[in-house]
């Protein structure tokens, strides 16, 4: 049995009065969820590149450090770049958070089981990694925390929500990197 | 001749200042003994951060992460790390974000460990494949004029990511002989 919370809801209260807030999606329904909250030209989403998600949102965390940087992605994403969280343990990044959206599936492809469905805990993979805080949501009331975590707290820091796998309408944004890439830099002021 | 591997060889200054010039200031590796020269020069250098990778794909999105912030970085690996580079290499292309890769060659002639040649044969091609300006330093004195020429084209040329393979020839061949550590070279 998947989670309990509705990863709509969850990537909207991320997002909530985001401000400068600096966002990557990671491949999949993340990205698709981000879209569903708002397009935004400092939305950088993936449509692949699976496992790079967080290490985008490093070298972004590095560039920007008086800015936050928030990843969100899936489960699987996750898992395929899990020596990343080792990677960001390190360097130890102030501004910069995970909210991983965990269905323990792998919900573009047929809702196959995910390692976080038996004996995998990403929290507990990034604590072991050196971040500074984690925190796994798996009841409405466990949200805010989490969501306060992300946006507010001294990174590295990592929050899985359980969700479940349900699959809500898909909402794409632009697809064209050359343009995400562009509209990004602009909007921090540099050429495109 | 065979020389104790703690000397530092020509191209490594050179090269770090070239780095520098292009104003490189996010560079992400995992190490090569070919490397280690210049590796330390890069994390002593305070106008720059690196970042011990785990794996060198994850240095391709680290590059992604710092052109969309705003800085440039360089990415430092062994041919066999080409190989883990494949796919995420696709962000580079897709969204044309410059980043330019020193790569030091293994499995070239002269390479007495087997294993290393399948994906050092490989390397040139693979980076090619995906998309990077691939150009060969195959002696001393041309490897920090063709990091200039690449940071160049990447950063204010054609926009696409390059490499610069640094040839056996001008690193080395790591010699097994069940003794300490051995290199053979001519730097």
């Known amino acids: 049995m998947t989670g309990l919370l509705d990863r709509r809801e969850v990537t909207a209260l991320l997002l909530a009065d985001r401000g400068d807030l600096l966002v990557v999606a990671g491949l999949g329904a993340p990205c698709w969820d981000v879209a569903a909250a708002g397009d935004h030209d400092l939305n950088f989403g993936l449509w692949g590149a699976m496992g790079g998600a967080a290490m985008v949102g490093l070298g972004l965390a590095m560039a920007q450090p008086e800015r936050r940087v928030l990843v969100i992605t899936g489960d699987g994403e996750q898992l395929m770049g899990l020596g990343s969280l080792s990677t960001i343990g390190v360097a130890a990044p102030n501004n910069f958070a995970i909210a991983v959206l965990d269905n323990e599936r792998y919900g573009e492809t047929g809702m196959q089981a995910t390692a976080t469905a038996s004996s995998t805990d990403l929290a507990a993979v990034a604590d072991a990694c050196g971040f500074v805080a984690t925190v796994t949501a798996d009841e409405p009331s466990e949200v805010e925390r989490a969501i306060a975590m992300c946006r507010r707290e001294t990174g590295p820091v990592m929050a899985v929500f359980k969700i479940s796998d349900a699959i809500p309408p898909q909402v794409v944004p632009p697809r064209d990197g050359r343009l995400l890439v562009s509209r990004f830099r602009t909007a921090l002021g540099f050429d495109g | ?187």
């Open chain 2, 1 to 187: 001749m065979t020389t104790e591997p703690n000397a530092e060889p020509s191209w490594v200054g050179p090269t770090h200042r070239a780095l520098r010039d292009a104003e490189v200031s996010i560079v992400g590796y995992v190490p090569d003994a070919g490397l280690t020269h210049l590796i330390t020069r890069l994390d002593d250098d305070l106008s720059v951060r690196t970042v011990r990778l785990t794996t060198e794909q994850e240095g391709v999105a680290l590059a992604t992460g710092a052109w969309l912030g705003g800085q440039r970085a360089a990415l430092l690996m062994q041919s066999s790390g080409v190989g883990n580079c494949t796919n995420m290499l696709s962000l580079l292309n897709t969204c044309e974000i410059p980043a330019v890769l020193l790569v030091t060659m293994r499995g070239q002639s002269g390479e007495s460990n087997p294993w290393q040649r399948p994906m050092g044969q490989a390397a040139g091609r693979s980076l090619e494949l995906m998309g990077v300006d691939v150009r060969s330093a195959t002696s001393t004195d041309e490897v920090a004029a063709l990091v200039t020429r690449a940071c160049v084209d990447t950063f204010d040329g054609h926009g696409a990511a390059s490499a610069v393979l640094i040839s056996q020839s001008v690193i080395g061949t790591k010699l097994f002989t069940g003794d300490a550590e051995q290199w053979d070279t001519d730097r």
